[in-house]
């Protein structure tokens, strides 16, 4: 029996082509030059999650929505490469990351996740923004801190697929955080 109280694990299912995921450790090898020919270039990236700060309401400053006010929620984020990221998600995405519905669960410390359809943000450092006008969206592969019942959807033995590449490669990212936190594999 499973922790659950299920005798059944939950096999993996993840919604993305690994083809179509760019290690963090490319986009932080380029040179700033190289950087600045994919200022509207979006990415997929898999990653850890190794910090949140939370979502915040903050007063637009510039263009055409200055004086308004919209969400912003931030994470740090890594992968396996070893490079480590600043994430920051503007406007409805930043709701959406922070759980506002059943279809978009919150993400949390610990979690690894495949950001879709984010860009670098603009800066000497390598940055990432997800927003509505670039149609960003997320997918919790793994939570390898789960505190309630309701996480163990984001558990799923990832034993049972190892003949996947994605599967691996996930496996790959949630080893990755568990060794940085320091907690035993599952």
Known sequence: MTESGSSFAIFPNFHFNLHDITPLGKLCGERPAARAEWPTQKFSVLVAVIEVFGLDIVKVKKGAASGTEVAVISFVIGDHTGAIVKLTAWRETAEHFDGSDEDNPQIKKGDVVCFKDVV??????????????????????????????????????????????????????VEWVIMMAGLPLP
């Open 120 to 173: 670098l943000a603009p800066g000497p450092s390598v940055s990432l923004n997800a927003s509505p006008n670039h149609q960003s969206t997320h997918e919790i592969c793994y939570r390898s801190l789960p505190i309630v019942p309701a996480d163990r959807r984001f558990t799923p033995d990832l034993k049972l697929g190892r003949s996947d590449a994605v599967v691996r490669h996930v496996a790959q990212i």
